[in-house]
């Protein structure tokens, strides 16, 4: 029996991690990236980061972005320059549906 966990169950475990420890953060990433998903069929982390703040610690905006579009079953739909200072002109996700979605 292999007892080594896979890459996809340690970012898993990761993000379950991260996520538990900024709940109230999380519940609200995923409240503004709901409205903004129903109004106009995408969303950027940056636009919700705008509003609802940067979380504690490392990686849960990343965490948040993948929880919320595995849950409603999200792709990547484009890739756009990020506002955010901190990124230095970084890429970022464009988060919606497409047609096989």
């Known amino acids: ?10 970012r898993d475990e990761g993000h379950a991690s991260v996520l538990s420890n900024n709940q109230e953060w ?18 950027t982390t940056d636009e919700v ?17 993948l929880a919320f579009a595995r849950r409603h079953g999200l792709s990547i739909v484009d890739y756009v320059v990020t506002v955010r200072a901190s990124r230095r002109t970084g890429r970022i996700a464009v988060w919606g549906r497409t047609k096989n979605n």
Do not use: D
């Not at 990433?29 to 409205?35: I, K, R, S, V």
């Open 1 to 10: 029996m292999n007892t080594n966990p896979t890459g996809s169950t340690l």
């Open 26 to 43: 999380a519940e609200a990433f995923y409240a503004l990236a709901g409205n903004l998903l129903a109004s106009r069929g995408r969303y």
């Open 49 to 65: 980061t705008s509003i609802v703040g940067l979380p504690q610690g490392r990686n849960a905006v990343g965490a948040a972005a």
